[in-house]
């Protein structure tokens, strides 16, 4: 079996080709200034424009999160050093070139692009920012060029690229305030004041290109106590073009210098191939880098959706998220993406931000009390915001799902805790909403599922005639009504309930035996029935179209119920793996995704396909957690043919 990598990624994605396991995308950095390129999809080149010059010699500057910032000198280089109390440090310390003659970068290599929506002041919005993988200066030094690169893990390298008869001491370091030292490896150490000490690797000096490279061993030298530069090697061939390189000691991964671990919740195919990913950034600080023009403050999670192409390049990344202060929690995480037949993408989750960027909003108040709110976002094919909106009460939100309505438009759902949402009551109690936001991004109607109990919904779904959700219930009460079974039979039974698309129950029923089930997914057949997954403790779970007894405690569930509300074929399935996920792919196969209780070393989830008729086919297992996790589990899928695409969060 292949093995799972884990790159500098905005999400944990694998990609199941029935034992074939991948997991491509790259994550976003913090929003630019004025000028911006970013490297890698990860590490940033910032340039400014003051008055129309063009700094061209850049600084290297070691933000807290372990991100890498050039820039230029002068006062914008002091701009970087500022410290906030209430913020945290922007920049922990910088490094800039003594002496270089100014020069404008040329961006190489062009790459994704990325929107940035940072709090509720559509001034401070930056859309369209383009991205490449190099960047060169010409002529800093006299017969002496830069070019910096984005290397694959997150690795950066710079590189100076000298002419012929220029001597390595021309290139001089200063890193104002900071204590150097050599190690004996010949590493450079940077000795701040608020982290370990920032270390690049011994530099790499050669002479010639390809298959002919000849490498000569070199070191940094200490020019006084705050500078540093090179020393030229024995042996360099005169007349020849030298190149000495130097790469950091670290690279960025995941949850590096104390960001958050990246995660993805949901996936969807979009246009050409791509397959829209969303999920949450961990921390990280949003100053819009340098530029004071631009905000700056500090972020404990923001909400993010990526377009990534077949071959696993990102084309587009768009970050949506509000303000939260040092030492106060809050999160923007997108949970749920549908792409609409125009290619559009909606993105949906929750904010705990009282400044979320909205556009053509319907609902602009967070909530009397506000903890947490849904909200839904519409997005162009390339991530531009057309329209986002809170959407909840005066109480408590969650996003739990998205289905995509063929007439236009989503349906959506979640828990409220609310009074008056989506419906006025008099009694506050976690209940479930279902509703319809119009193509244009506006409410058109709610729907509140309301026992006397505990409700929990797990899974959407919709096709012309319904929209179906499915979960939990401990209500006696729970309106199951006109469906197969409408009593509750254990202390938990899941549920099965279909809506029409203008928003009135059609029926809704229980489904489980004297103990505990839970409904975990749920999909729809072109024949318009609702295939519907989950885990059971009992004994007696009803059985339906096969001729076998539901004989023993425990197990996983998987049934078909048709429009009219008849149970028409329910069964055990034979499979280690505990679904989370389903999906039906245009052949009408059944993918189910989970969590595995018994798997192959190195493996924890597994991926099951089954046919129409619900036999399974195939079961592949793969490594859902990255380094550094063990509870990250299958929250969505995307099956085509033999391939399934599953996000792990």
Known sequence: ?????????????????????????????????????????????????????????????????????????????????????????????????????PSTPKPRLPGALYNFYMTNDSATWLEGVKSYKRVDYTGIYPGIDLRVLGGSGGRLTYEFRLAPGVTLETIAFTAPGQALSIDADGNLNIQTARVDPYVENRPVVYQGAGARKVF??????????????????????????????????????????????????????????????????????????????????????????????????????????????AGDSRDDIATSVAVGRDGSVWVAGTSETEDFP??????????????????????????????????????????DGMALDPRGGVFVTGHT???????????????????????????DWGYRLRGSGVEYVRGIAADRASVWVCGWTRSSDFPATGGFDTELAGTQDA????????????????????????????????????????????????????????????????????????????????????????????????WLAGYADSAPENTDSGVVKLSPAGRILATTFFLANPPGASDFVPTGIEAQGNKARVSCR
């Not at 059985?543 to 007894?549: C, F, K, M, N, Q």
Request: net charge negative.
């Open 358 to 399: 909205l556009k053509n909003a319907f609902r602009s108040d967070p909530g009397l009390y506000h903890r947490r709110d849904a909200f839904v976002a519409k997005l162009t094919t390339s991530g531009r915001l057309l329209s986002s909106s809170y959407l909840g009460g005066e109480f408590f939100e969650n996003m």
């Open 216 to 325: 000569y061993d070199t070191d940094f030298r200490l020019i006084d106590d705050d500078s540093y530069g090179f020393v030229t090697p024995a042996g360099l061939v005169p007349g020849r073009p030298t190149v000495v390189e130097v790469t950091p000691g670290w690279w960025l991964q995941p949850g590096d210098g104390g960001a958050g671990m990246p995660g993805c919740y949901n996936i969807a195919t979009g246009r050409k191939g791509v397959t829209i990913e969303v999920g949450v950034l961990g921390q990280f600080m949003v100053p819009a880098l340098c530029d004071p023009r631009y905000p700056r403050y500090y972020t404990d999670g923001a909400a993010v959706a990526a377009a990534v192409k077949p071959n696993g390049a990102l084309a587009w990344c768009t970050v949506l998220d509000g303000e939260s202060n």
């Open 495 to 590: 549920f099965v309930t279909r809506l029409s698309p203008a928003g009135s129950l059609l029926w809704s029923s229980y489904l489980g035996g004297t103990g505990r089930e839970s409904a975990t997914g749920i999909a729809v057949d072109r024949r318009g029935n609702a295939w519907v997954t989950g885990t059971s403790s009992s004994a007696d779970f009803p059985i339906a179209g096969v001729g076998s007894a539901w004989d023993a405690p425990g197990g996983y569930f998987l049934a078909r119920v048709s429009p009219e509300g008849s149970l028409d074929y329910s069964n055990r399935l034979e499979t280690s793996v505990s679904p989370t996920v389903i999906e039906i792919d245009k052949r009408q196969a059944i």
């Open 417 to 443: 805790d609310s009074r008056d949402f989506p419906t006025v009551v008099d009694t506050t109690s976690e209940d479930i909403y279902v509703a319809r936001i119009t193509d244009d991004g506006q409410y």
């Open 1 to 101: 079996m292949a093995t799972i990598r884990y790159p500098v990624a905005l999400v944990a994605l694998v990609v199941v080709a029935l034992l074939a396991v991948t997991a491509p995308l790259a994550a976003a950095a913090a929003p630019p200034s004025v000028k911006t390129v970013f490297l890698n999809d990860a590490l940033q080149l910032v340039f400014f424009d003051a008055g129309g010059t063009s700094y061209g010699y850049p600084l290297l500057c070691v933000r807290y999160d372990s991100s890498l910032l050039f820039g230029s000198s002068g006062p914008e280089f002091e701009r970087l050093l500022w410290e906030d109390d209430t913020h945290h440090s922007q920049v922990l310390f910088g490094v800039h070139l003594e002496g270089v003659t």
